[in-house]
């Protein structure tokens, strides 16, 4: 399978707990983006990397929200003291960026309930 | 104003029929749009992208993109009630550097046998 994966695919955990998702892109794929999305929602972007460089973060990020890809290669994502409200779908998408052209394609996603 | 603005439906639409979906957004400058369907519980699957005004065909789907209406549509031909599902609409424009999509809240449409 060559298309974007994501792990894990589930995640229950109590609040105030740390969790970490991990992106594993298309191999020729540049770009990599992390959004989220909450029921009845489009995709909110949160952050995205041009091979290992984070390029940008949403102002909606908070301080407890961090990213990294640190070869270029997969991604992780990580919540710290994890709230009520962090509960969503987290997608991963990477595209191979040529300018201007965003063709993205996204991974299973990670379903994270905080309870 | 949304950047990115859809119905959200229901579009209820017999089997067989045409299927329209419409999608308006803000960002004059935007250049690039894509059709993403996403079922229920799953992530979004890219169906369709668009870069120049006119149709762009490909098998049963159309896109249609109008940039002086600021209007991109998706239509469906011969629905099936495979094709119910949520349809998300997403742009690359000026306002972000062309560096990253901005979705819609996506329209659902159903399919009935």
């Known amino acids: 399978d060559t298309g974007v994966s994501q792990n894990p695919r589930h995640k229950i955990t109590k609040r105030g707990q740390n969790v970490t998702f991990r992106c594993d892109p298309i191999s020729e794929h540049n770009r990599l983006y992390w959004y989220r999305q909450t029921l009845g929602q489009g995709p909110e972007f949160l952050t995205y990397f041009q091979n290992e460089a984070q390029l940008e973060k949403s102002r909606l990020l908070s301080d407890r929200f961090s990213a990294e890809r640190p070869k270029g290669s997969f991604s992780t994502l990580e919540i710290q003291r994890t709230e009520q409200g962090d509960s969503a779908m987290y997608l991963c998408?990477?595209?191979?960026?040529?300018?201007?052209?965003?063709?993205?394609?996204f991974g299973q996603g990670t379903r994270l309930t905080v309870v | 104003q949304k950047e990115v603005e859809q119905n959200s439906g229901p579009l209820s639409v017999p089997e067989g029929a045409i299927a329209s979906l419409n999608c308006t957004y803000s960002?004059?400058?935007?250049?690039?749009f894509f059709w993403y369907r996403q079922y229920s519980g799953k992530s979004p699957e890219l169906i369709m992208s668009?870069?120049?005004?006119g149709d762009k065909e490909d098998g049963r789907f159309t896109a249609q993109l109008n940039k002086a209406s600021q209007y991109v549509s998706l239509l469906i031909r011969d629905s099936q009630p495979s094709d119910s599902a949520t349809y998300l609409c997403a742009v690359n424009g000026m306002n972000t550097g062309f560096q990253k999509l901005v979705f819609g809240t996506g329209t659902r449409l159903l399919v009935s046998p």
């Open positions: 998408a990477s595209s191979h960026w040529t300018g201007w052209n965003t063709e993205a394609f």
């Open positions: 960002d004059r400058g935007s250049q690039s």
């Open positions: 668009i870069y120049s005004n």
